[in-house]
């Protein structure tokens, strides 16, 4: 992992100031037990069985996961074991076949249908940014504040801050073809912010970048994390990606998707790339890539 990056003409050279350790507490540094522990997201029971054409596909089985408020959980796992629909039904896009969701304690379905209100306070991040390309950043960024009713000064002044947040001060005018892939994440990442949620959710959001311009990517998200103390349900492919950034790792098996194993990761933070280096973080990352090469 390496934060070395050639500042260009389009790229902005911004690097996550230092997080103060008192500034926020994870929950992952302290050895609370779950149960006293303020709950972010719950699901419980959760089962998802996908009807095609060609019959039934049972992509989860009986999930239950508690994410704490402000807790960072990495979801990893083998490619078709269900993360995207597990993210899916955090979200509220899907609907589980069977089991219960809550957010801050309140139930997301009731008698079938969405409370719109619990997935209000959401955010998305996919991994291509799905920008509107004929919306500055600025205006993209401000958009989920329209669409609330804010006033036009009020969500331009904080897409501006939410824009200086990820790094974009500058870009605010630029159209999204004009950015890199990087940027364009970003701007996508300070939309998910928009409205102050209370639980971000993201679906390989790093996916698609270059592996430097993700490292960088893992610093600036791990500092937003910090600051803002959003809930975070990640999904990666990312091994040391997943363990760089989590409080938990939760590992799921293929076909139907189930919980495996939940890592806890106790690495010190705010986390730099040495920490990549030590025994600690190389015994987890080898440990859990153990644990898919059983899959096989
Ligand atoms: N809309 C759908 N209709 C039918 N089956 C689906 C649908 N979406 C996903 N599936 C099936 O559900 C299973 C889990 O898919 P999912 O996309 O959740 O996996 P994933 O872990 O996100 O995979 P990847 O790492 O490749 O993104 C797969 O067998 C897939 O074929
Ligand atoms: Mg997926």
Redesign the pocket.
């Known amino acids: 992992m390496t934060t070395q990056q050639t500042p260009t003409a389009t790229t902005p050279t911004w690097t996550p100031p230092p997080v103060r350790r008192d500034e926020f507490d994870a929950p992952g540094d302290t050895a609370e037990p779950m149960g006293s522990r303020a709950v972010g997201l719950r699901v419980a029971g959760v089962d998802k069985t ?1 009807a ?1 054409r060609r019959g039934d ?1 049972h ?1 989860l089985s009986n999930i239950d996961l508690e994410v704490g408020r402000g807790e960072f959980v990495s979801l990893v ?10 993210l ?1 039904v955090l979200s509220g896009l899907l609907a589980p076949t069977a089991g219960t969701v809550e957010a801050g304690e309140r139930p997301a379905w009731v008698a079938g249908r969405r409370d719109d209100t619990v997935f209000a306070e959401f955010g998305l991040v996919f991994q291509e940014a799905n920008l509107f390309p004929w919306f500055t950043v600025l205006d993209n960024v401000a958009l989920p504040l329209k669409l609330r009713g804010v006033s036009k000064a009020q969500r331009r002044t904080r897409a501006a801050e939410l824009c200086a947040t990820v790094g974009l001060s500058g870009f605010e005018d630029s159209y999204p073809r004009e950015l890199s892939g990087g940027m364009r994440q970003r701007a996508a990442i300070a939309r998910a912010l928009a409205c102050d949620p209370s639980v971000l959710l993201m ?2 959001p790093f996916g698609a970048l270059d592996a430097m311009t993700r490292d960088r990517m893992n610093l600036e998200l791990q500092h937003i994390h910090a600051v803002s103390g959003t809930t975070v349900v990640f ?1 990666t ?1 990312s091994i040391s990606e997943a363990v760089f950034l989590a409080d938990r790792v939760v590992l ?1 098996t293929p ?1 139907p ?1 189930r919980i495996r194993s939940v890592t806890p990761i106790d690495l010190p933070r705010p986390r730099s790339v040495e920490v990549e280096a030590t025994a600690e973080f190389g015994e987890l990352v080898v440990g859990l890539r153990r644990q898919l090469d059983e899959e096989d």
């Open positions: 996908y095609t596909v992509a796992g083998r490619s078709g074991c269900g993360k995207t629909t597990l899916r679906d390989e999904v492919h799921l076909r998707g």
